[in-house]
């Protein structure tokens, strides 16, 4: 069965029309996740209860109580967020209960008229970067089932790029967004920090915690945002003005494998060409950047563990167990010292952000690495995954601007490069306007999930 | 305390909890440390340089 991958920017005035039915949007997402079982996107599927709101859509729709370009788009929810009526697994073995209400940013989409299909596979408890380590097994790439997923979001990313959902929502504490939205071939917004509540969310970082849609085009993005946030729906873009793009090369450009330095080449030439301005920027001292990452989120990961780690410390996955254990060794004056570099690295983004209107960067400095891998080479150095996967994303959630991963249009193999946009603090709208405007040169267009075009 | 007396105190501690494999991890969390204690100093000497006025016979 080919797999439904249109945009909702698409789907929607069709569904409004009364052209495509909600209940059939359903069950090719239905379809479509029984159709991979390997990919293993889902950690639960709400099958009845996604059919029966469908239904009810199609119903309100033809009586004309239609609520925006949502209205009967199935999306998935990480399993990280509070769905009424299910579990919160957090793709663990530690015992978790049912929720008994939705979170705030799941009830703001379901009131948008989005159908939940399902809560989406992630590394446990959102602590790493590549889905593996995961009570309801690996998430698996759907483009190349040997590699990962990126994560911790993988099973949201897996299952956009795979059509068994049109929208997702994902959380991004180092990157869990952007990481897994590269690796896929698909779209990912890690908003300003504390734009959206992450009430109902299990805590990873609680100072570096994010929550954020997942889709398969800029616009699909600014949907699902717009109700994220509650704000009136509707999306348009003037796509003729012209911006100017920062690319901060040193730090970001020192470990990166050759396809993702030639997407970034690429890119820049192709904004050049429309009319935009690529020039080079600096953010100073963003080398700082793991070891303040590194001591902020053990200690908070480590704070909100330790009770659950006093109980249940076997019911971890091993790896998981032992990195939270590591946090309870943090010192409370190294965590304040990270606490104050914070505040200088968030300066200098600032200052690079003066002079242009958003930065350019590669989201991840690989392709998605195979699934167990512990290391990958990049040029004549083995470098270890774990950090790698984090480079190019956890500066920004270490200083809160916003973010959105995006699919480069240029691949040398058959596996997508994921390139990063992001804007000045608070202006989240702003850097969408920037992304949908650059989309057609970064991304080639719609239709582009799921990889490059060589 | 120095990183390298925390790494000894925490390496102990986590032997003596029976989580051996934890042992590698402190030892990068240790260079890691050290580095953000460096960034730190830096940075302090960095404010307190730019919070001195100049000198008017320099």
Same mark, same amino acid.
């Given at each position: 069965?080919?797999?439904?991958?249109?945009?909702?920017?698409?789907?929607?005035?069709?569904?409004?029309?009364?052209?495509?039915?909600?209940?059939?949007?359903?069950?090719?997402?239905?379809?479509?996740?029984?159709?991979?079982?390997?990919?293993?996107?889902?950690?639960?599927?709400?099958?009845?209860?996604?059919?029966?709101?469908?239904?009810?859509?199609?119903?309100?729709?033809?009586?004309?109580?239609?609520?925006?370009?949502?209205?009967?788009?199935?999306?998935?929810?990480?399993?990280?967020?509070?769905?009424?009526?299910?579990?919160?697994?957090?793709?663990?073995?530690?015992?978790?209960?049912?929720?008994?209400?939705?979170?705030?940013?799941?009830?703001?989409?379901?009131?948008?008229?989005?159908?939940?299909?399902?809560?989406?596979?992630?590394?446990?408890?959102?602590?790493?970067?590549?889905?593996?380590?995961?009570?309801?097994?690996?998430?698996?790439?759907?483009?190349?089932?040997?590699?990962?997923?990126?994560?911790?979001?993988?099973?949201?990313?897996?299952?956009?790029?795979?059509?068994?959902?049109?929208?997702?929502?994902?959380?991004?504490?180092?990157?869990?967004?952007?990481?897994?939205?590269?690796?896929?071939?698909?779209?990912?917004?890690?908003?300003?920090?504390?734009?959206?509540?992450?009430?109902?969310?299990?805590?990873?970082?609680?100072?570096?915690?994010?929550?954020?849609?997942?889709?398969?085009?800029?616009?699909?993005?600014?949907?699902?945002?717009?109700?994220?946030?509650?704000?009136?729906?509707?999306?348009?873009?003037?796509?003729?003005?012209?911006?100017?793009?920062?690319?901060?090369?040193?730090?970001?450009?020192?470990?990166?494998?050759?396809?993702?330095?030639?997407?970034?080449?690429?890119?820049?030439?192709?904004?050049?060409?429309?009319?935009?301005?690529?020039?080079?920027?600096?953010?100073?001292?963003?080398?700082?950047?793991?070891?303040?990452?590194?001591?902020?989120?053990?200690?908070?990961?480590?704070?909100?563990?330790?009770?659950?780690?006093?109980?249940?410390?076997?019911?971890?996955?091993?790896?998981?167990?032992?990195?939270?254990?590591?946090?309870?060794?943090?010192?409370?004056?190294?965590?304040?010292?990270?606490?104050?570099?914070?505040?200088?690295?968030?300066?200098?983004?600032?200052?690079?952000?003066?002079?242009?209107?958003?930065?350019?960067?590669?989201?991840?400095?690989?392709?998605?690495?195979?699934?167990?891998?512990?290391?990958?080479?990049?040029?004549?150095?083995?470098?270890?995954?774990?950090?790698?996967?984090?480079?190019?994303?956890?500066?920004?959630?270490?200083?809160?601007?916003?973010?959105?991963?995006?699919?480069?249009?240029?691949?040398?193999?058959?596996?997508?490069?994921?390139?990063?946009?992001?804007?000045?603090?608070?202006?989240?709208?702003?850097?969408?306007?920037?992304?949908?405007?650059?989309?057609?040169?970064?991304?080639?267009?719609?239709?582009?999930?799921?990889?490059?075009?060589? | 305390?120095?990183?390298?007396?925390?790494? $000894?105190?925490?390496?102990? #501690?986590? =032997?003596? /909890?029976?989580?051996? !494999?934890?042992?590698?991890?402190?030892?990068?969390?240790?260079?890691?440390?050290? $580095?953000?204690?460096?960034? #730190?100093? =830096?940075? /302090?000497?960095?404010? !307190?340089?730019?919070?001195?006025?100049?000198?008017?016979?320099?």
């Amino acid at each position: 069965m080919t797999p439904d991958l249109r945009r909702i920017e698409d789907v929607a005035p069709l569904v409004r029309a009364g052209a495509v039915s909600p209940v059939d949007l359903v069950r090719a997402c239905l379809a479509q996740i029984e159709a991979r079982p390997s990919v293993n996107a889902f950690i639960s599927v709400l099958k009845d209860s996604a059919l029966e709101a469908a239904a009810t859509a199609e119903r309100d729709i033809r009586a004309g109580r239609y609520h925006g370009p949502l209205h009967g788009i199935p999306i998935a929810i990480k399993d990280l967020v509070d769905v009424a009526g299910t579990r919160t697994t957090a793709a663990s073995a530690v015992p978790s209960s049912e929720s008994a209400v939705d979170a705030p940013v799941v009830r703001r989409l379901r009131n948008a008229g989005a159908i939940i299909v399902g809560k989406t596979n992630l590394h446990e408890f959102a602590f790493g970067t590549t889905s593996d380590e995961s009570a309801f097994g690996a998430v698996r790439n759907p483009l190349d089932e040997s590699r990962s997923a990126g994560g911790s979001s993988g099973g949201s990313a897996a299952a956009l790029a795979s059509g068994m959902c049109f929208g997702a929502l994902g959380t991004d504490t180092g990157g869990s967004i952007r990481i897994p939205s590269a690796a896929c071939g698909t779209f990912g917004l890690k908003p300003t920090i504390g734009e959206i509540s992450c009430d109902g969310v299990v805590p990873l970082g609680v100072s570096l915690d994010h929550v954020g849609p997942m889709a398969r085009s800029v616009g699909d993005l600014a949907l699902l945002y717009q109700a994220m946030k509650g704000s009136a729906s509707g999306w348009a873009v003037d796509r003729s003005e012209r911006f100017v793009f920062g690319v901060p090369r040193s730090y970001f450009f020192d470990v990166l494998e050759a396809g993702t330095r030639e997407a970034v080449t690429g890119a820049s030439a192709a904004l050049a060409a429309a009319g935009h301005e690529v020039k080079d920027v600096q953010i100073d001292h963003a080398e700082w950047t793991p070891h303040v990452y590194l001591h902020t989120v053990l200690a908070e990961a480590a704070w909100y563990h330790a009770p659950l780690l006093e109980q249940h410390a076997s019911s971890y996955s091993p790896g998981v167990r032992v990195r939270l254990e590591m946090g309870r060794y943090v010192l409370g004056e190294d965590y304040v010292r990270a606490g104050r570099l914070r505040e200088a690295l968030r300066h200098a983004v600032n200052r690079a952000l003066e002079s242009c209107d958003a930065l350019l960067l590669p989201a991840l400095p690989i392709p998605a690495p195979r699934l167990g891998a512990a290391t990958v080479l990049v040029g004549d150095r083995q470098e270890p995954v774990r950090a790698l996967m984090l480079r190019l994303t956890q500066l920004f959630n270490v200083t809160g601007h916003p973010a959105i991963a995006l699919p480069a249009r240029w691949s040398p193999d058959a596996l997508p490069r994921g390139l990063q946009l992001v804007g000045s603090f608070n202006q989240t709208p702003r850097l969408l306007e920037i992304a949908a405007s650059a989309e057609p040169q970064i991304c080639g267009g719609p239709g582009s999930v799921g990889g490059g075009t060589g | 305390m120095t990183v390298e007396t925390w790494l $000894a105190a925490a390496q102990q #501690d986590a =032997e003596k /909890r029976g989580l051996r !494999e934890l042992l590698p991890l402190l030892e990068t969390l240790g260079r890691s440390t050290a $580095a953000l204690r460096a960034a #730190d100093e =830096e940075h /302090r000497r960095r404010a !307190e340089r730019d919070a001195t006025p100049p000198s008017p016979h320099a």
